[in-house]
């Protein structure tokens, strides 16, 4: 298998392998991308998998190798913490405090922000979705922490390595990003290696396809409620609520066996629903639209709902 795969990597053909558990397919494929000098990147199909490469596996192998090499290991933006975010956490719920004050004290000591460093807390802890940031709430180079940020500190190790470890979310992410005209974050690769390659498909369908979440929706709904505090604004909060009870009241009527479901089967019972959610997004899109330009807080979740009301 090593030899294919160094055949391939010098041809920039591709290969296909197969193999069972145990029988070294890491080792088979990481010695031949090390002795390359090629640009590559290898990617992984969960997270665990991508630490335990980037950690344990490729250290080992490289040091067998004997030649040096400049890695990096590269996630999504929700694994790092935001400073920015961690920042306007000032009253978080009394469950929550136990779990921050972690993030807080780790935040002095942390290179690379990777969430995945603080085992403290729990991989599924509320505190998380308040401390990292997603594409939608992302202030970007408008952000007071830009020149201290994780993410483009991580991006930018990525950029100057020769071989890079992500995961197959982030490699179909910066794919979809390419698709929409939108500059991509991960590096140019004279070969890319996945591993686990048959969870592609059904990853890439999240990507290439259109999807709108309750909890996405939901996860939006708070946010406009914690930034729209400052202006007192009864009007603006009703309508919030509104829309929390719309996105609610669809999932009530939601198919409740698991699967995949047609649309088409379930018109009935949910068209008043999806058209009540539908005014109450368009509501919410009116009422932010003047407020908007005083924050830019405020700018990301008007843009995020006309999305929304896009999809």
């Not at 002795?35 to 290898?42: D, E």
């Not at 009864?234 to 509104?242: K, T």
Request: glycine fraction near 6%; charge should be negative; charged fraction near 25%.
């Amino acid at each position: 298998m090593a030899e294919a795969v160094a055949e391939a990597i010098a041809n920039r053909d591709k290969l296909v392998v197969e193999a069972g558990t145990g029988t070294g397919k890491t080792f088979a494929y990481l010695i031949p991308a090390l002795m390359s000098g090629r640009k590559t990147i290898i990617s992984t199909g969960t997270k665990a998998l991508q630490d335990q490469l980037y950690h344990r596996d490729l250290p080992l192998v490289s040091k067998a190798v004997g030649r040096p090499v400049t890695t990096a290991l590269l996630k999504g933006r929700a694994n790092y913490l935001c400073l920015q975010r961690l920042d306007q956490v000032t009253d978080p719920a009394s469950t929550l405090q136990g779990d921050l004050n972690e993030v807080r004290a780790w935040r002095h000591r942390t290179a690379s922000g990777d969430r995945a460093e603080l085992v403290e807390v729990p991989e599924d802890s509320p505190v998380w979705p308040l401390v990292t940031s997603t594409v939608d709430n992302c202030l970007g180079q408008k952000c007071p922490e830009y020149s201290r940020c994780l993410v483009v500190k991580a991006r930018k190790a990525a950029q100057e390595a020769d071989l890079v470890v992500v995961n197959h979310h982030l490699l179909l992410a910066d794919l979809a990003m390419k698709e929409e005209g939108f500059v991509e974050f991960l590096p140019g690769a004279e070969a890319i290696i996945l591993d686990e390659a048959h969870q592609i498909p059904d990853l890439a369908v999240q990507f290439f396809g259109v999807t709108l979440g309750s909890r996405e929706m939901e996860r939006l709904v708070d946010e406009a409620r914690a930034a729209t505090l400052p202006f007192s604004e009864p009007e603006l909060n009703r309508r919030i609520d509104v829309l929390q009870t719309a996105i609610r009241n669809l999932r009530a009527d939601a198919p409740r066996n698991e699967g995949r479901h047609e649309l088409s089967e379930h018109m009935a019972e949910l068209r008043e629903p999806l058209a009540n959610l539908a005014h109450a997004i368009h509501d919410m899109v009116v009422a932010l639209a003047d407020l908007a330009e005083a924050s830019v807080v405020l700018q990301k979740i008007h843009d995020q709902l006309v999305g929304m009301a896009e999809r």
